[in-house]
C-alpha cells in the first residue's frame, strides 16, 4: 500500500461511511431518508478520514493516531447529532468512534509518510 | 602394479600445483576450488593486509589460449563495477609462468547451498532479483554471462549477492574493451565450430575460437548455446539460464515445473519461468529487466504479463493483496450490525 496517509484515510473513511450508511436498510424507520443517510454518512467519512490522516501525517504515534481518530470522528458524529436529535446520539457516535478508531489505526501502519519519502531525493 | 594410493596421488598432485607466489604481494593460505581453468586459493595481501582470492591457471604461459581467457575473465569483470558483480583487484603473472588474477574474497555459501536456509518464496524471489540486477547491469555493458547457475552465485554473510564465474562470459560490443585490445580473443567454445570466424566477418560479435566442448551447464544452458549457435546468443541466453534459476529457486530443480512434483507453485511463478525457458528465443522476454519486473510485480501481488488470469485468480489475488483492509471492512460491517441490534434490542 502506497498511499499517503490522508490519502488513505479518504478511501478508507469513505468505504466505512459507505458502509455505515448502507447499514441503514436494517432500520425501516430510515426508509423514506435513505439516499440522504448514504450520503451524509459517506460525506462524514470522507472528512473524518482526510482529517485523521492529516493529523497522522502531522504526529507520527499509533496512539495519537488513534485517539485523534475517535476524536475527530466523535466530533463530527456530534454535529450530525445536533441536526439528528439526541434520540439517535449512541447510534451515530458509536459507529463514528469505530470508525475514527479503525482509520487512524490504519493511516498510522499503512499509510506513506509523505515527508519521509520525499527526504530519500 | 600399483606403488601409490589413490589419495597419495591426490597429495602428490596437490603439493605440485602450489603456486609459488614470489614477486606478488600475495602470501598463499589455502585451496578453496579448483575450477575448469585452474585453482581457486584464498591469499593475504601483504601490502592491504586484506584476504583475497586468486584464480591461478593450471598451465604456465600467457600466450595459450586458457591464459588469454583468464586475462579476458579479470578484464570483463574489472570493468563491471556493480555490487552483485565480484570485484578484480589485480592480475599479473606467476613466476613459473601460471597466469592469475586477485579479486574479492567472499566468505558466503553457493546459492544452492545457501537457498536451503530460505524458506519463504518471496524470500528466494528477493534473491533472484539481485541476481537479475547483477545480470541486467552486465547486460547493459554489453556482457553475456552463459553459464549462469545456483553454483556461480554466491550469497554472502549479509545477504549480498555475488555472481561469480565470469569464465564464460562474452563481449557482445566492441566498445567495452579499450582500443588497442584485441576483440573477445576467447568467446566460444563450441566444438562443431572449430574454425575461427575470419576477423571482421560477424561485426561486433566475438570470434570463435579453437577451445573446447560446448560450454555451458545441461539443464541451464538455452538451446542455442547446446547447439552451438553462437550466432543465435544474445541477452535471451542468459535469460533462458536465469529462468532455469528461478525454477531452481522454486522447486530445488532446474527443470520443467509440473504440477504434481511442485503443487504450491503458484501458475503465474510457473508461468514466468516457462516464458523465459522457451525454446524459442524470440518468445523469452527480450530483457533481464522485463523478467525481473515481473518477478517484481508478482511479489507486489499485481499481475505479470507472462501469465492471463481467470476472473476466479483475479479475486484470489485481489483479496491477498488487500486481506487486511477487506477483513477490517468485514469486522466493521459485523460490529456495526451488532451495534445496531443491540441499540434496538
Redesign the interface.
Known sequence: MSLSKPMLGLA?GG??GL??GL?GF??PSLAPVMGSVIIFSMLKGLVSGVLIGYVSQKADSMLVGVLAGIAIAALLSFLVILRAGMALF??IM??GM??GL?VGF?TQK?GQDVGAAGSHH | MKFLSDRALDRLRDGAEIPDLAGTPYRLLERVARGGMGVVYTAEDEKLQRRVALKILDVPGRESDLAKRLLREARVLARLEHPGIVPVHDVGTLADGRVFYAMKFVEGLRLDRYIASVNSIPDRLRLFLRICDAVGFAHAHGVLHRDLKPANVMVGPFGEVLVMDWGLAKILREGMLRSGQEVDPEATIFESLKSPVAAGGVTGISEVTEHGTVMGTPGYMSPEQARGDVQQIDARSDIFSLGALLRFLLTGKPGQISAAASPRIEKSLAAICAKATTAAAAERYPAVQELALDVSRYLDGLAVAAHRESIIEKTVRFYRRYRFFILLIAAYLVMRVLILLFMHR
Open positions: 478508507l468505504t466505512l458502509l455505515d447499514t436494517f432500520e449512541w447510534d458509536l459507529p469505530l470508525l479503525i490504519c499503512f
